[in-house]
């Protein structure tokens, strides 16, 4: 795959490690500014140990209470509606298996061909979902036995 493929494909990932990035080291950056003003006004010297300790126990707070939380909501919830969980399944999958029946019956012999150009057009193969059973060998076969009616039959 070319690169190009690749950034653009991941745009949404990459541009989010960005500003994760972007804020986590201005917010190290402004912490750091604000622990030497407050060390100057007490009357000691910075310690890069001392600041280091506190930001990281700042940035872990901060992860924990938001980061992690949204994480589990965001990812969590895609990945349950991507295997399919039966709480978030989206209920398409018998109209899908209706359509492709249709298909087969008014499509004659090319409607496999068909399905399979669609599924692979909407990323329906090769690692993305795909509805549930529509592997099974009685989606594959419904429609199949109805005599195609799109056109007479030949005399």
Do not use: C
């Not at 690749?6 to 986590?24: D, E, H, M, P, Q």
């Not at 669609?118 to 592997?135: A, F, I, Q, S």
């Amino acid at each position: 795959m070319k690169r190009h493929g690749i950034l653009r494909k991941y745009a949404y990932a990459w541009l989010t490690l960005l500003f994760f990035a972007v804020s986590l080291g201005l917010h190290w950056y402004f912490g750091w500014t604000a622990f030497v003003n407050e060390a100057e006004q007490h009357g000691q010297s910075p310690e890069f140990s001392e600041y280091m300790s506190e930001m990281m126990r700042d940035t872990f707070e901060n992860w924990q209470s938001e980061f992690l939380q949204l994480l589990w909501q965001v990812v969590g919830l895609a990945y349950f509606l991507y295997v399919g969980s039966p709480s978030s399944k989206e209920n398409d999958d018998r109209l899908e298996a209706k359509i492709d029946a249709l298909l087969r019956i008014t499509g004659g012999e090319e409607a496999n061909k068909l399905i399979d150009g669609l599924d692979e057009h909407y990323l329906r193969n090769e690692g993305h979902p795909k509805p549930h059973g529509h592997d099974a060998d009685f989606v594959h076969q419904v429609g199949s036995n109805i005599r195609h009616v799109a056109t007479p039959p030949i005399r």
